[in-house]
């Protein structure tokens, strides 16, 4: 382990050139991003604020970091998972100054203490994914709430959780669901997740997807992408779901919708994408095919009970890297992808470059938000925002031109066409 207290711990600081080949590759398919970088260079929006990150540690992510400070901005930073840090960019970044506290392989208690180091300079700003950091300053650094203007947070069950606690009153500063801008969650979290999560389970196992019955529990946005992605290589995809609704789309797609408990006997790959916990349990493991596959894609490792793998097995060895083999006492044999961990984020490198570019344009775009918020003195209330129409359609428009696309755009006579309600047939 290197480290410098109070500045950076990583694994290995020789990594550093390695990561910051990997990062470099990462700008050039991050376009968004790095228009963002080159408009605010010379204005340094953010000098003078402090932003404490907790986001899965990878060459993605150091392109966010790397435009915050060229913005202006001070940053702390640690990853939100304790397998999904890139080591190799973890190094880069510590050697280029910014504090970096994350490694793969983390336990949980390293896990809060890289969290707590990012707190010591008392950040303005949080930047969350799945929302530990704002829940460790809730819970644990109450005093430092007052000097934070705001924070914003990149994932699902995150938002899904900061909703909950502004319902009841118990969040106090304001925060921005970047999760549920569309030019992230109809992205990110479909086209992302479906190739990552796929490039998890190819790289820990390569296995034929071909023919393969592929479970995925869930049908929102991810669970759709896993879906889609799984169907293109050939699976048999069947969908497993609590809600009528996103069942009926799952149908409509084309795929087998069915409950856990009958799934569970004829899947040979199992993806959960829920946000939910116990989604798989002891009843199916006990039904389930001798060399059934077993991941997740959710943010936390509570989809998969674990506990209940672990009650009935008779023997557990890694076959692979992100592999385990968990013996049954009858001799079957279950294979769980990286301990029940996101399996994109830990089997393999995350989303492509290409789409985290819109998620992290709009973190920048939010937390500019939230800064110039403060700087023109309007207040923001302690309850949780979606990100404007306009910044959407921007983020969209910039990609599209990088992409080399151009669209039409709407006449003044159409414009009008659209909001007469005397016209009629
Ligand atoms: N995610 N980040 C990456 N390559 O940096 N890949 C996935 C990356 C994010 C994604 O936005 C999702 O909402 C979150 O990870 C789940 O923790």
């Known amino acids: 382990m290197d480290a410098k207290p109070g500045i950076y711990k990583v694994k290995d600081l020789s990594l550093a050139k390695a990561g910051k080949l990997r990062i470099e590759w990462a700008e050039s398919r991050m376009p968004v991003l790095t228009a963002l970088r080159e408009k605010y260079r010379k204005s340094k929006p953010f000098k003078g604020f402090k932003i404490a990150g907790c986001l899965h540690v990878t060459k993605e992510t150091a392109v966010l970091v790397k435009t915050f400070v060229e913005a202006g901005a001070e940053v702390s930073w640690s990853g939100c998972n304790p397998l999904s840090t890139q080591d190799d960019v973890a190094a880069a970044l510590a050697s280029d100054g910014i504090p970096i506290f994350a490694w793969h392989g983390m336990n949980v208690e390293e896990f809060y203490w890289?969290?707590?180091?990012?707190?010591?300079?008392?950040?303005n700003l949080t930047l969350d994914d799945g929302a530990d950091l704002i829940f460790t300053v809730h819970k644990k650094h109450p005093e430092l709430i007052p000097n934070v203007i705001g924070g914003t947070e990149e994932t699902t069950t995150g938002v899904q959780r900061l909703r909950a606690m502004a319902k009841d009153g118990a969040l106090k500063y304001p925060v921005?669901?970047?999760?549920?801008?569309?030019?992230?969650?109809?992205?990110?979290?479909?086209?992302?997740?479906?190739?990552?999560?796929?490039?998890?389970?190819?790289?820990?196992?390569?296995?034929?997807?071909?023919?393969?019955?592929?479970?995925?529990?869930?049908?929102?946005?991810?669970?759709?992408?896993?879906?889609?992605?799984?169907?293109?290589?050939?699976?048999?995809?069947?969908?497993?779901?609590?809600?009528?609704?996103?069942?009926?789309?799952?149908?409509?797609?084309?795929?087998?919708?069915?409950?856990?408990?009958?799934?569970?006997?004829?899947?040979?790959?199992?993806?959960?994408?829920?946000g939910v916990k116990d989604v798989i349990v002891e009843r199916h493991f006990k039904l389930m095919r001798d060399g059934a596959i077993i991941c997740n894609t959710g943010h936390y490792d509570c989809e998969i009970n674990i506990g209940d793998l672990n009650k009935v097995k008779k023997s557990v060895r890694e076959v692979r890297a992100d592999n385990e083999e968990y013996r049954m006492k009858d001799g079957r044999r279950i294979y769980l992808l990286a301990k029940g961990r996101l399996v994109n984020l830990a089997a393999a490198e995350g989303h492509p470059s290409e789409v985290m570019d819109m998620s992290f344009a709009n973190q920048f775009m939010s937390q500019l938000r939230l800064v110039q918020s403060r700087k023109n003195g309007s207040r923001m209330e302690n309850k949780v925002y979606d990100i404007s129409t306009e910044q959407d359609q921007e983020i969209a428009g910039v990609k599209l031109r990088t992409m080399g696309y151009k669209i039409d755009s709407l006449t003044k006579e159409q414009l009008k066409y659209i909001d007469d309600y005397s016209a009629g047939t």
């Open 114 to 123: 890289c969290i707590e180091e990012t707190l010591k300079f008392k950040p």
């Open 176 to 274: 921005i669901a970047v999760n549920d801008a569309e030019t992230k969650w109809d992205f990110d979290n479909v086209y992302g997740t479906g190739q990552s999560t796929l490039d998890g389970i190819l790289r820990s196992t390569s296995v034929l997807m071909a023919g393969k019955n592929v479970v995925v529990a869930g049908f929102g946005h991810c669970g759709r992408g896993v879906s889609l992605r799984a169907k293109g290589l050939g699976a048999n995809v069947i969908v497993t779901e609590i809600k009528a609704t996103a069942a009926l789309k799952a149908t409509l797609e084309g795929f087998r919708v069915m409950t856990m408990d009958e799934a569970a006997k004829i899947g040979d790959i199992f993806i959960t994408a829920t």
